[in-house]
T-cell receptor, first 116, second 108 residues
Framework: DGGITQSPKYLFRKEGQNVTLSCEQNLNHDAMYWYRQDPGQGLRLIYYSQIVNDFQKGDIAEGYSVSREKKESFPLTVTSAQKNPTAFYLC???????????????FGAGSRLTVL | AQSVTQLDSHVSVSEGTPVLLRCNYSSSYSPSLFWYVQHPNKGLQLLLKYTSAATLVKGINGFEAEFKKSETSFHLTKPSAHMSDAAEYFCVVSDTDFGSGTRLSIRP
């Protein structure tokens, strides 16, 4: 079955360490997104990519970095510059353009990062 | 410019009673509107979407929503709540503008 796989599901990090969260999709979707979720704040967009080798900052990109070397993969690195990284991180993807259902987002199961 | 407001951060209903989760939007053009559901520690799943066809949209698990342009609303309803409906619900306008979410609790 097609879908989005995020790993790891749970991750613990010491302050000052960079960590990378994996997001892989086999849906042949062009666009991929990273969101951060904190209690009571809904989802906030970190980065998104509409096409391979291109990505744009979202609303809260500071302290994060991404790459899009392959269509299937959109890893997120949480750097030591992110002051409050403890959160639930969600990856999503969707088809772009005029295709029917183009606007529906498909989500992964999420990764919970805790900084010790 | 566009935005979405979920009017209630938490709604609690008894099992078997109706559910109403409220969502208002603003958009400078005819928007696409979505409701997603999130169970604890899970990703989001699409409940239903509106894209300028019928104003009453039926989704999964017995949920439906009505697009009211005059009221700029897209409220989510279900006639009879089930314990499995307990989750967080998000209203979304035009793909990626998320509301802050409404947590739905179901009392036995």
């Amino acid at each position: 079955d097609g879908g989005i796989t995020q790993s790891p599901k749970y991750l613990f990090r010491k302050e000052g360490q960079n960590v990378t969260l994996s997001c892989e999709q086999n849906l042949n979707h062009d666009a991929m997104y990273w969101y951060r979720q904190d209690p009571g704040q809904g989802l906030r967009l970190i980065y998104y990519s509409q096409i391979v080798n291109d990505f744009q900052k979202g609303d809260i990109a500071e302290g994060y970095s991404v790459s899009r070397e392959k269509k299937e993969s959109f890893p997120l690195t949480v750097t030591s510059a992110q002051k409050n990284p403890t959160a639930f991180y969600l990856c999503a993807s969707r088809v772009t353009g005029g295709v029917r259902g183009a606007n529906v987002l498909t989500f992964g199961a999420g990764s919970r990062l805790t900084v010790l | 410019a566009q935005s979405v407001t979920q009017l209630d951060s938490h709604v609690s209903v008894s099992e078997g009673t109706p559910v109403l989760l409220r969502c208002n939007y603003s958009s400078s053009y005819s928007p696409s509107l979505f409701w997603y559901v999130q169970h604890p520690n899970k990703g989001l799943q699409l409940l239903l979407k509106y894209t300028s066809a019928a104003t009453l949209v039926k989704g999964i698990n017995g949920f439906e929503a009505e697009f009211k342009k005059s009221e700029t609303s897209f409220h989510l309803t279900k006639p009879s709540a089930h314990m499995s409906d307990a989750a967080e619900y998000f209203c979304v306008v035009s793909d990626t503008d998320f509301g802050s979410g409404t947590r739905l609790s179901i009392r036995p």
